[in-house]
């Protein structure tokens, strides 16, 4: 990837500017959403955070690692001229409370848990779910407990290791991944060297040419204010296999994005679960990396909207 390519998407990756400054995306009619307009709930024992806007059915945006709900904030002021848009900060993701602790779970085990308690806790009743990497691994496994309260779901690149297990190219990629960036990462964080280890995590999910000095220092501090994640994965590699005989028996219309330019093993995941999934559809959007929502926003704003209307 250039170095170019990237600017668009930094600046949109956390959340704070760009979205709104790249995106041609309807404007919202509603008032605009801020800080003050965060609100927290009891989940499992964790205060989490979330923001919520519109009426109609409920729409809830997922966000993945080293970012919190200011990923989706623009996407749920646009929604909420159709939907209940909601989206929330993830446990251990900023501003909700962080202790690096080894003894604690950092799977998605602990986060599927969590979204389905949120949607009970708030009486969403079945919604449709829209998740980004670690937030696409978290919505699909939730959905897997409980398809009961999910309508629909729309899944950027879920980093489900179990599944690149079934391709060659899949386990060469996710292999790599491990050795030349996770792994090097924890080495980084056991030497109290948090930066070096966010570019190393950054490289294996945005491309060898990312570097964190390409960042203006507002954003890299959104990255930085959520660590604690990556800390949990580096140090524990637990990403619990889901199981493709269930994963068959989905019976819920699946949107996937992909982008082309995404690392091999996201691309070979996207794959195996459009072959599993019985009422899949998948996109590959060009010239498009990880960032997927915020790289393109205006394509898969189009896609979203299309799939939505049908589901």
Same mark, same amino acid.
């Given at each position: 990837?250039? &170095?170019?390519? /990237?600017? !668009? /998407?930094?600046?949109?990756?956390?959340?704070?500017?760009?979205?709104?400054?790249?995106? +041609?995306?309807?404007?919202?009619?509603?008032? +605009?959403l801020t800080t003050d307009s965060l609100k927290s709930v009891d989940i499992n024992g964790e205060k989490l955070h979330y923001v919520e806007q519109g009426e109609g059915e409920t729409l809830i945006f997922v966000h993945g690692g080293i970012n919190d709900y200011r990923f989706f904030l623009s996407w749920v002021e646009q929604y909420s001229e159709d939907y209940h848009a909601v989206t929330y900060s993830r446990r251990y993701a900023w501003p909700n409370a962080q202790e690096f602790d080894k003894s604690v779970d950092y799977s998605v085990r602990i986060h599927a848990d969590d979204l389905y308690a949120l949607i009970q806790k708030l009486n969403l009743g079945?919604?449709?779910?829209?998740?980004?990497?670690?937030?696409?691994?978290?919505? /699909? +496994?939730?959905?897997? %407990?409980?398809?009961?309260?999910?309508q629909s779901l729309i899944l950027g690149e879920p980093p489900v290791a179990s599944l690149a297990q079934n391709t060659e190219k #899949?386990?060469?990629?996710? %292999?790599?991944f491990l050795e030349n960036d996770l792994r090097p990462a924890k080495k980084d964080f056991l030497a109290d060297k948090s930066e070096e280890a966010l570019e190393h995590f950054a490289k294996g999910v945005l491309g060898d040419d990312f570097s964190l000095a390409q960042l203006p220092p507002e954003?890299?501090? #959104?990255?930085?204010?959520?660590?604690?994640?990556?800390? #949990? /994965?580096?140090?524990?590699?637990?990403?619990? !296999?889901? %199981?493709?005989?269930?994963?068959?028996?989905? %019976? &819920?219309p699946v949107l996937l994005i992909v982008g082309d330019i995404s690392p091999t093993y996201l691309h070979e995941i996207s794959n195996e679960l459009h072959? $599993? $999934? !019985?009422?899949? @559809? &998948? &996109?590959?959007?060009?010239?498009?990396?990880?960032?997927?929502?915020? @790289?393109? !926003?205006e394509a898969v704003d189009r896609?979203?909207?299309?799939?939505l209307g049908r589901n």
């Open positions: 990837m250039k &170095i170019l390519k /990237l600017i !668009p /998407l930094l600046l949109c990756l956390v959340g704070h500017l760009a979205c709104k400054a790249q995106s +041609t995306i309807v404007k919202p009619k509603n008032q +605009t079945k919604v449709h779910l829209v998740g980004h990497s670690f937030g696409a691994f978290t919505a /699909l +496994t939730m959905a897997l %407990d409980h398809p009961e309260v999910v #899949g386990r060469e990629s996710w %292999d790599a954003l890299k501090q #959104g990255w930085m204010d959520n660590l604690l994640e990556i800390w #949990g /994965l580096s140090m524990s590699e637990d990403f619990p !296999p889901l %199981d493709p005989l269930t994963i068959q028996t989905l %019976d &819920i072959r $599993l $999934l !019985p009422r899949s @559809e &998948i &996109i590959h959007f060009e010239n498009m990396n990880h960032g997927l929502y915020a @790289e393109q !926003p896609a979203m909207r299309e799939f």
